[in-house]
């Protein structure tokens, strides 16, 4: 019986261990260089497919990058698993935000201009890197479809049960994973 140090997945392990650690220091010195920094403190890094009993350390100018679970980068939070469920419930709290607003201003402004508001406040959010985290499992997106429902109900002054592809309909859009779709067919092609 082999142990687990003679295992293709330790070797595996290790060998990107070291390569981490080789590419870590040869950015730091890079950095030196050209008469940078890097700040440690802003500086964490994950292990694909998350595992604890990963022991990776990488460690530079004698201080320990922090590992983590999840990050942001460029606005998007990225988790280790890639569920993307994290950054699901940040723009979900972003938009809930706009519920009791959005009901307040309906009762002043014209339905053409809340339109306006919609693709103004609510649609980047929902865009911004869909092509990304669009492909997640239908449960986690859920919760953004539903949100986003009811925020389309709000500005068009539709009761509860009114229709969902109406509401889609009336403010030319689409709905979350309809978005995705599009996305990646109009950047990526069919």
Partial sequence: MRSLYETPLYSSLVTANLTAINSINCLNCWFIVNKLSLNIDKTCYMVFP?????????IIDGQ??????????LGVIVDDELKWTDHIQHIYSKLLKYTSIFYKLRAKVPVRILSNVYYAFVHPHLLYAIEVYGNTCSSYIDKLFKLNNKLLRILQ?????????????????????LLHEQTAIINFGP
Avoid: A, W
């Avoid at 009761?159 to 109406?166: G, N, T």
């Fill in 64 to 73: 320990e990058i922090k590992k983590v679970s999840n990050c942001r980068y």
């Fill in 157 to 177: 002054h539709k009761p509860f049960r009114s229709h969902v592809p109406d509401l889609y309909i009336e403010f030319n859009t689409l709905p979350v994973t």
């Fill in 50 to 58: 998350s595992d604890t009993k990963n022991s990776t350390r990488l």
